[in-house]
């Protein structure tokens, strides 16, 4: 099978679903897949399509201080990415994501989806584990 990965961030090793990505385009290969992998950063190799970084004020200094980057739209790479693919496979579901779904779906390529994304990752950024939430709930019965 022709199998598309879709993924912001490939080349740092250092988050679960950039882990997760890398194995799984390996042991589909290893069975003898062609894989080919588009993500905002995914440089040096064949089967990669870097799209670029998407620089959003705040967003980007927040996502990179947490090691994470969103991938940048560029219709013209996604089409090269899943062009001839049997099925586009999804691991967040952001904008770089969300796009070449709607892409997918207008050239009738099946897709999958999965949410590689740890709930505790968005909520520390967020310093919602610093949440007091019964000071809020004392200040609420006091007013």
């Not at 290893?30 to 064949?46: D, F, I, R």
């Amino acid at each position: 099978m022709k199998i598309t990965l879709v993924i912001d961030q490939y080349d740092e090793g250092n988050n679960g679903t950039t882990m997760t990505a890398r194995r799984f385009a390996e042991t589909l290969r290893n069975h003898g897949h062609e894989v080919k992998v588009l993500g905002g950063n995914c440089h040096g190799g064949e089967f990669l399509y870097p799209t670029g970084i998407s620089r959003l004020p705040l967003l980007y200094q927040v996502s990179l201080s947490q090691g994470m980057v969103f991938g940048r739209v560029n219709r013209r790479i996604i089409l090269e990415a899943v062009r001839g693919a049997d099925i586009v496979h999804f691991l967040l579901p952001f904008k770089l994501e969300r796009v070449t779904k709607e892409i997918c779906d207008d050239l009738s390529i099946p897709t999958t989806a999965a949410f590689h994304c740890q709930p505790e990752n968005i909520t520390s950024t967020l310093y919602l584990n610093k949440f007091n939430l019964r000071m809020i709930m004392q200040w609420k019965t006091e007013i």
